[in-house]
């Protein structure tokens, strides 16, 4: 079945410094959605990439859909310490359901 | 006014015994799942539910039964509870394929 890949699992940075978390699908993806979960809270979506070579911003966060729209990224520029939490990616789990396959996650730990 | 809401928020509860998680958006979202998160934040699907009909049904063992009374309500039904059901379960609903998915605040359930 559908298998996204995340990494890294763990990213520690000073505040300040960038980040920066990679997905790889094992299939072509319609669209690959982005979440972030806060430490004790729930996933929250960040956004929706759909088109190949896609790149959105948000404020100090920038998305990437591959060009085979196979992979993704997602990158934070001069983090705060209210990045803190994990950001997951997510794709659709394909054979008509309607499903998300999430990967595992990137932890974020920002050191002050 | 929250908008998928979960109860309760924690469960703790013996091994062997029967419990219900509710679940209710007010969205007029389509579909709703329940994920199940376990202690490394691992997310994974376990159904899918679109208009009451079961989409999806990830190797989820049979003791874990949603009941969908109408649209807006999708409720999860565990029954003989074991150890390894310990884990955050989290209702998510999605107004379709192209839309991120909102997310309950979690019922965290622990098995003694």
């Known amino acids: 079945g559908q298998q996204v890949m995340q990494i890294p699992q763990y990213q520690h940075v000073q505040e300040g410094e960038d980040f920066t978390t990679y997905c790889n699908s094992s299939?072509?993806?319609?669209?690959i959605q982005w979440y972030k979960q806060r430490p004790g809270g729930h996933p929250v979506f960040l956004i929706q990439?759909?088109?190949?070579?896609e790149v959105k911003k948000q404020k100090r966060l920038t998305f990437q859909f591959g060009e085979a729209k196979k992979n993704s990224s997602l990158h934070i520029t001069a983090t705060q310490t209210t990045d803190v939490g994990t950001y997951f990616c997510?794709?659709?789990?394909?054979?008509?359901?309607?499903?998300?396959?999430f990967g595992k996650g990137t932890h974020l730990i920002i050191q002050p | 006014d929250t908008a998928v809401s979960q109860t309760p928020k924690y469960l703790v509860t013996q091994m062997g015994n029967d419990k219900s998680i509710k679940c209710e958006q007010n969205l007029g979202h389509d579909t709703m799942y329940w994920y199940k998160q376990d202690s490394k934040k691992f997310l994974k699907i376990m159904f899918s539910?679109?208009?009451?009909?079961?989409?999806i049904n990830e190797t989820v063992p049979n003791r874990f039964s949603p009941k969908s009374p109408d649209k807006a309500h999708l409720n999860l039904h565990i029954n003989s509870l074991e150890l390894g059901d310990s884990a955050v379960y989290f209702c998510?609903?999605?107004?379709?394929?192209?839309?991120?998915?909102?997310f309950g605040s979690g019922t965290r359930l622990t098995v003694v």
């Open positions: 998510a609903s999605s107004g379709g394929h192209f839309y991120g998915y909102t």
């Open positions: 539910y679109n208009n009451k009909e079961l989409i």
């Open positions: 990439l759909v088109k190949s070579g």
């Open positions: 997510a794709g659709p789990s394909g054979g008509g359901a309607d499903g998300l396959t």
């Open positions: 299939t072509t993806l319609s669209n």
